[in-house]
């Protein structure tokens, strides 16, 4: 079953044009979609989880028809949005507990089961007493997880779940993840790199609105494979640099601008063939280079 989106577009009141004539099929798996800030991304993912309509375009998954029929979506719909808001002081288990009987789990004992197979899921069952309000970034997104795992959905979609995680944090937020996207469509939308890098092999670039690259991990990096070069400056070569060459990135590498820069054709003068990244290839597409 593929999430289709077609010709999606959204201008909010003020002007801005949110979503243009967005177009992705996303099937079964953990699909990325990265973007800088304001990119786009939770304007599309608040319309995939019918919380905000579009002006024009269809979505449908499977043969849902998302944008008309938000109840069948909803049913099949596990939402992690990027604020989760306030957490009461309820403890894990009660809160997960609570949003069970809300999606319509009406009995005690299969309910119970349920929160107890997702308290474990995502590493919280040793938690389950404690109060959701105490809980650290990291904990707080696992939890975020359990409950959008409610009632088996068949699309989970995560809005940034990894911005203010720490490194172990993190890990421990991929590898659930992982775990879970294996039969059904995950949808995650991140402007970390290594998120996309680490747990999808479907992705989607996107900025001011528009899809600038949809497909697979290996295709993206094939676009740069080879025109990629780097080399260690100083900083104050940095703006003869950026003058002479297609600058892709420039990072400090140990106190020192290491640049990345296009190149269809051999550079010399001290550059080398830099193996090829997804860094590149979202930095070179948001900056028109490919
Ligand atoms: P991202 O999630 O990639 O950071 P958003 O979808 O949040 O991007 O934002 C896309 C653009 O739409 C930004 O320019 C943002 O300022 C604008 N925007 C988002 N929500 C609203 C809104 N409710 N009203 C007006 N503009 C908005």
Redesign the pocket.
């Known amino acids: 079953m593929d999430l289709q989106i077609k010709n999606l577009n959204k201008q909010?009141?003020?002007g801005?044009v949110?979503l243009n004539n967005v177009s992705l099929t996303i099937s079964k798996g953990m699909f990325g979609l990265l973007?800088?800030?304001?990119?786009?991304?939770?304007?599309?993912m608040r319309t995939l989880a019918t919380l905000q309509d579009a002006d024009s375009g269809t979505v449908t998954l499977g043969d849902i028809d998302v944008l008309n029929d938000k109840e069948s979506l909803r049913k099949v719909l596990g939402y992690l949005p990027?604020e989760f808001g306030v957490y009461p002081r309820t403890s894990a288990a009660e809160l997960l507990d609570h949003l069970a009987l809300l999606k319509g789990f009406d009995n005690r004992s299969e309910r119970k089961e349920i929160v107890n197979q997702l308290l474990i899921k995502t590493n919280l069952y040793e938690l389950r007493k404690k109060s959701v309000s105490s809980f650290s970034g990291g904990m707080k997104q696992r939890f975020g997880i359990a409950q959008s795992l409610i009632g088996n959905p068949k699309l989970v979609i995560v809005?940034?779940p990894t911005a203010g995680l720490d490194p172990g944090e993190r890990n421990r937020f991929y590898n659930i993840l992982s775990e879970i996207g294996e039969n059904i469509i995950i949808l995650l939308?991140t402007?970390i790199v290594q998120d996309v890098r680490e747990l999808c092999t479907q992705m989607a670039i996107?900025d001011n609105?528009k899809v600038l690259f949809s497909g697979n991990t290996d295709d993206a990096l094939q676009l740069v494979k080879g025109k990629v070069w780097e080399r260690k400056v100083e900083k104050s070569e940095l703006p003869t640099y950026q003058m002479g060459y297609k600058i892709v990135s420039n990072k400090l590498v140990g106190g020192k601008p290491l640049i990345h820069v296009f190149s269809e054709t051999d550079l010399d003068e001290g550059f080398v063939l830099a193996e090829e990244t997804l860094e590149d290839v979202f930095f070179a597409k948001l900056n028109e280079l490919i």
């Open positions: 909010y009141s003020n801005v949110a973007g800088p800030n304001g990119a786009g991304k939770s304007s599309l990027q809005d940034e939308s402007h996107m609105g």
